[in-house]
C-alpha cells in the first residue's frame, strides 16, 4: 500500500470512529465542508451541501448515541486528488435490538485538499442479510 | 457546464440508455473492463471486477428484459481524470406491476481513459417512496 492509500484508510476509519463515537466535531473536522458535498444515509433520500449533511448527523447523533461499528472489506481507490474507498458498514445494534449485526454497504469519496483527505460524498445502503464475507459476524473492532 | 461536465453526463445517459434497452454490449462498451471496477445493485452485495459485472448484467437483462428507466436530478462532480455523477433512477415497473414508478439513488463514478469516460463504479440503492422531487413523477423520458 502506498502512503497516500494508507492516509485515505486513515481518513476512512477516522469516520467509522466519529460515526461510533457520536461525535459531531470529528463528523465536522473530516467533512469538507462544501455546496459540493454529498451523503446517503441508508434509505433516505440524498442531502447535498455541508450544513444539511452536518444538521443530519447531529440529528443522527442525538437520536441514537454512541454505538459498536466498525469497516470491514475495505478497498482503496486513488486518482489524483481523488480517492474512493468501498468498505462493508458492521454494526453492533445489540443495545437496542438482540444481539444482530447489521451490514451496510457503503462509497465514501474523499478529496484531497490542504494536505488532507476530506469527505467529500457517502452513500451508504442496507446490505441483505448474511452477504457479507462472513468474519465480520465473528470479529470484534476492540 | 464544461466540455468535461457534459461528456460526463453523455456517458450517464449512455448507461441508463444500454440498461433500459437490456443491451449488454452497450453497457459492456462504457464499463472499464478492469478489477477496480465495482458495481452495487440496489440490494445486492457489491461486485468487484469486470467479469462479475459483466454477468450480473446480462442475468439482469435475460431476467427482465427492457424496460423505461432514466436519470434525474443528475449532477456532476469533476476532478482531473475522475468524475462522479449522483443522479435519482427513476424506473417505470408499469410492464410487471401497477403503474408505479420506483426510484432509486445512485453513485456513479467514472474514470477518463483513452479520450473517454468509462464508468468504473456504480452503487444504486432503493429510495424510500415520494422522496425525490415530484417532478419525475410526472416527467416521461420520451
Not at 476512512?12 to 455546496?35: I, K, P, Q, T, V
Not at 444481539?99 to 441483505?128: C, Y
Request: charged share 20%.
Amino acid at each position: 500500500m502506498s502512503e497516500a492509500s494508507d492516509a485515505v484508510i486513515t481518513a476512512n476509519a477516522r469516520f467509522y470512529r466519529a460515526l461510533g463515537n457520536a461525535d459531531l466535531e470529528a463528523m465536522s473536522l473530516l467533512w469538507l465542508h462544501s455546496d459540493e458535498s454529498a451523503c446517503v444515509h441508508p434509505g433516505w433520500p440524498m442531502l447535498e451541501g455541508w450544513e444539511l449533511i452536518r444538521q443530519s448527523w447531529e440529528a443522527i447523533f442525538e437520536n441514537q448515541g454512541p454505538f459498536r461499528v466498525w469497516p470491514g472489506e475495505v478497498s482503496v481507490h486513488l486518482d489524483g486528488t481523488t480517492a474512493w474507498v468501498t468498505c462493508i458498514e458492521n454494526i453492533d445494534t445489540s443495545r437496542e435490538l438482540t444481539d444482530v449485526l447489521v451490514q451496510t454497504q457503503a462509497t465514501n469519496i474523499f478529496r484531497m485538499t490542504g494536505g488532507e483527505w476530506k469527505m467529500i460524498h457517502h452513500h451508504a445502503s442496507p446490505l441483505p442479510t448474511g452477504s457479507g464475507s462472513g468474519e465480520e459476524r465473528r470479529i470484534s473492532p476492540n
